[in-house]
């Protein structure tokens, strides 16, 4: 079966088409992974975008999905909600995360605590949060020392959160407002946990505001569209309605009074940021990029614009596996290949700071030690000839490129 061209009348079927052509029209399984899947995706959404109904015209196939996603993650919610009401609570009131601490002791809880938020979007759960709230130096001495903590790094092949941190640091220190931009993967609960990371920065001073990026399209299941996050913020206005409804046949247990403040008080944060503009969705010229055909590396001569309002930035956080794919290209590399060389135009020089944070669940990896590569085949898949250690989504990496410096 031969790929066909699109034609939806949208501005970013051209490049499809294009590459297309200079493709030969292929067979499915003569073409490259990453180009199939994506077409594959962008074909479905021409399903519903060419039709006459605004109802179909922006119907997200995928939405039911997302939301029982979400619904199942409650335990997970509910704590986090509890901590991080805590815990911002308690920054506002002290204006610092250490009040009684010298500045040496709170960059360290800063830093510990910045860890520990990022670590929470890599892997989507939570480790030793009910830490967060107890802000004594000799807590956050805990934290940084924990056995869960330890635990939870193990699997982190590569990590370079603390150059980030020392990044956002820096720009807080010089009185500058940083700007931290999450180009987003997964609507639900990562949606949510990412909204946790945006309000810590924020209440930190980390960050002035945060650029969210969703996807222009449902794409790839489960991924966060512009509709997705006006419908999380809507579920937790009324968070007795959201945990209420029966699932499978079975009616959850009602929220407790306390539960519920702890969402509404999620809600009336994020709202806030985004009423006053602190937390806002990128252009949305901007976001069709997110859903073309091929790699990153097009981005600063097919989407120049979007190229240049990221250089703004101070940081821009790649969130998953196919961000990390297209940040590289989705190519073989040797897996020590450095990751400032295999992001290309978008590395050292390009003006961008990245921070890729990424589980992997594909063959592409790069950064990693000497030997690495060959140690997890061994002991993870046993077959040296294939890298099926980086398909089960159990590794990650954490990897920084300061894109403004030149070298």
């Known amino acids: 079966m031969f790929i066909v061209p699109l034609n ?15 493709l030969g029209y292929p067979q499915w399984f003569d073409v490259a992974w990453l180009y199939s899947e994506c077409y594959l995706y962008r074909r479905v959404n021409t399903l519903f975008s060419r039709s006459k109904s605004p109802f179909w015209k922006d119907y997200d196939v995928f939405a039911r999905q997302k939301l029982s996603t979400f619904k199942s993650s409650r335990p997970a919610v509910l704590e986090l909600a509890k901590h991080y009401r805590e815990l911002v609570s308690k920054i506002k009131k002290e204006k610092a995360v250490l009040s009684d601490a010298n500045s040496k002791e709170e960059e360290e809880a800063e830093k510990a605590l910045f860890l520990e938020m990022c670590e929470i ?4 759960n939570a480790t030793d949060l009910s830490l967060l709230t107890s802000l004594s130096y000799e807590d956050i001495q805990k934290l ?18 603390p150059k980030a941190f020392q990044t956002l640091r820096a720009a807080k220190a010089r009185g500058k407002h940083p700007r931290v931009d999450i180009v987003l993967d997964n609507a639900g609960f990562e949606l949510f946990v990412d909204l946790i990371l945006a309000g810590y920065l924020l209440a930190t001073g980390l960050a002035s505001t945060i650029v969210l990026h969703p996807k222009a399209i449902p794409w790839f299941v489960s991924d966060v569209i512009p509709a997705d996050f006006q419908m999380l913020l809507d579920l937790l206005a009324e968070p007795r309605t959201l945990y209420s409804s029966i699932e499978a046949g079975e009616k959850s247990a009602p929220l407790s009074d306390d539960e519920a403040a702890d969402l509404r008080f999620l ?19 901007h ?7 091929g790699s990153y590396w097009r981005m600063p001569k097919t989407q120049p ?6 250089q703004q930035s101070d940081l821009v956080i790649f969130k998953g596996d196919l961000n990390y794919r297209k940040l590289t290209g989705d190519a073989a590399w040797d897996p020590t290949t450095p990751f400032t060389t295999a992001i290309g135009p ?30 997890l085949r061994e002991t993870q898949g046993g077959e040296k000839e294939c890298r099926k250690w980086a398909w089960s989504g159990k590794w990650a990496v954490v990897q920084y490129c300061d894109g403004k410096e030149t070298s």
Request: proline content about 5%.
């Open 267 to 285: 809600h009336d944060q994020w709202k806030g940021h985004y009423v006053n503009g602190t937390i806002s969705l990128a252009n949305p010229e």
């Open 121 to 124: 979007c890599l892997w989507g």
């Open 346 to 375: 978008l590395g050292p020089g390009s003006g961008i700071r990245t921070l890729a944070l990424r589980t992997s669940k594909a063959d592409v990896i790069v950064g990693l030690p000497p030997g690495k590569d060959e140690e």
């Open 8 to 22: 939806d009348g949208e501005p970013d079927i051209q490049s499809y088409n294009e590459e297309l052509a200079e």
């Open 144 to 161: 940084q020392g924990s056995k869960a903590r330890k635990e939870s790094e193990k699997n982190i092949l590569v990590n370079d959160l």
């Open 305 to 310: 614009a979007l190229f240049k309002d990221l």
């Open 287 to 293: 976001i069709r990029f997110w859903t073309h055909s």
